[in-house]
């Protein structure tokens, strides 16, 4: 498999997760190089959202904004946070329009699951009760992350749906992490690929599940039903391990009678959308806000 050309040079950037407070740092010095997009009109308020324990959120509010995302942050579970996220958040907010609401949900390994599926569900269900203050229809918030965020948000579209939570309008799947057994073909044969390698997964689900068992909504490709879920937007990178529990997932959803729209991005690697020097990159960007756009406004 080839990779984009204009990704190789930044291959020895990214960092393992070995040790989560270095891999933290580590993230946070390469987020802060990040350019954040200047957007004239544009609010952004750090909030607090109360629940046991409190979430903190930041929301960006574009002009005339229709609906919200609740917006979660990659980074293996481990890794990321509101400032970490501002350079995306911000510019997700300002290609689809929509009011995002970014979460610094609690991170592995001290915090494992369920803490951070119950921030989200705490900020899911505060954007939702608040739509009217953030000026947008409450029948018109979506949710959608980054690989562990994505794993995060695909959770909590499953577990609103089982237990009446708030409705959703959609779920904004970028390169989901969703699966903790690592026995697709991707996942057992590119094991040694950029940012997000086989050791990495392992770590990862290490860290996140302790020693809970994975269920579906620790591991969203575990749910046996993906019936009645929102429709969903989901993205794959060739070069990642991840990428075929992606593809069966967005398959297993169009199956089971869920209106799903599936990218999968040739010659890129897991993460590498956030190398804003390349095309490819600026393409998926651009894409993911308006997919939420039409998603959202329609």
């Not at 608040?130 to 499953?158: F, I, N």
């Not at 590498?272 to 095309?279: D, K, T």
């Amino acid at each position: 498999m080839d990779m984009d050309p204009e990704l190789e040079a930044f291959l020895p950037l990214f960092p393992n997760l070995i040790d989560p407070v270095t891999a933290r740092a580590k993230h946070a010095e390469l987020s802060a190089a990040v350019p954040v997009p200047d957007v004239p009109g544009m609010d952004v308020e750090d909030r607090t959202v109360p629940a046991d324990p409190d979430v903190a959120v930041r929301v960006y509010r574009p002009q005339r904004a229709q609906g919200a995302l609740v917006w979660l942050h990659g980074g293996g579970f481990v890794m990321g946070d509101l400032d970490s996220e501002h350079p995306w958040a911000t510019r997700i907010a300002a290609e689809s329009g929509a009011v995002v609401v970014s979460v610094a949900y609690r991170l592995a390994p001290e915090h494992p699951f369920p803490a951070a599926l119950d921030d989200v569900r705490a900020v899911l269900a505060w954007t939702v009760a608040h739509a009217g203050e953030l000026g947008v229809d409450p029948e018109r918030v979506a949710v959608g992350g980054h690989s562990a965020g994505a794993c995060l948000a695909a959770a909590t579209a499953l577990r609103e749906r089982d237990e009446q939570g708030p409705p959703i309008r959609f779920q904004l799947l970028n390169q989901p992490g969703i699966d903790d057994r690592q026995t697709t073909w991707s996942a057992r044969h590119l094991t040694d690929t950029p940012w997000m390698n086989r050791g990495k997964v392992t770590e990862m689900w290490r860290y996140y599940l302790g020693s809970t068992p994975a269920t579906p909504y620790a591991a969203p490709t575990r749910a046996t039903d993906l019936s009645d879920l929102p429709p969903a937007y989901v993205t794959t990178a060739e070069l990642c391990p991840n990428r075929d529990e992606g593809i069966d997932y967005a398959v297993r959803m169009l199956q089971a009678g869920v209106s799903v729209e599936l990218h999968q991005w040739a010659g890129t690697f897991h993460g590498s959308q956030s190398i804003l020097s390349a095309e490819v990159s600026q393409r998926q960007l651009t894409e993911l806000g308006g997919a939420l756009r039409r998603a959202v406004s329609s």
